[in-house]
């Protein structure tokens, strides 16, 4: 069983920086795809990134097209943690994300969900 915390979330005014954290439990944490979700009022949750370690210290990382460049997502495998840098914030990106991990990388199930943490971006 995996349990996913995240936090960071808040207010932030368009043009602005935040950094969202999820703090994962678990032995297995390393093997798991981790990734980033979000959902905006009447939206379907959507995929925003996610990384994978493929290697010692080696990770792959995939986004959407609406953040690549103005996301990085990274993982510290040694400290069960995987963070999402957002720059440049869009009101559109204002949603409730979420830290999801994935048990068999790349599969169509997403199989641990944390509970959410709230960005608004202001314009």
């Known amino acids: 069983q995996v349990q996913l915390v995240e936090s960071g979330g808040g207010l932030v005014q368009a043009g602005g920086s935040l950094r969202l954290s999820c703090a994962a439990s678990?032995?297995?944490?390393?093997?798991?795809?981790m990734g980033w979700f979000r959902q905006a009022p009447g939206k379907e949750r959507e995929f925003v990134a996610g990384?994978?370690?493929?290697?010692?210290?080696?990770?792959?990382?995939d986004y959407t097209d609406s953040v690549k460049g103005r996301a990085t997502i990274s993982r510290d495998n040694a400290k069960n943690t995987v963070l999402l840098q957002m720059n440049s914030l869009k009101p559109e990106d204002t949603a409730v994300y979420y830290c999801?991990?994935?048990?068999?990388?790349?599969?169509?199930?997403?199989?641990?969900w944390g509970q959410g943490t709230q960005v608004t971006v202001s314009s």
């Open positions: 678990g032995r297995t944490f390393s093997s798991y795809k």
């Open positions: 990384i994978s370690t493929i290697g010692y210290n080696t990770y792959y990382a």
């Open positions: 999801a991990a994935q048990a068999i990388p790349n599969s169509q199930r997403w199989d641990y």
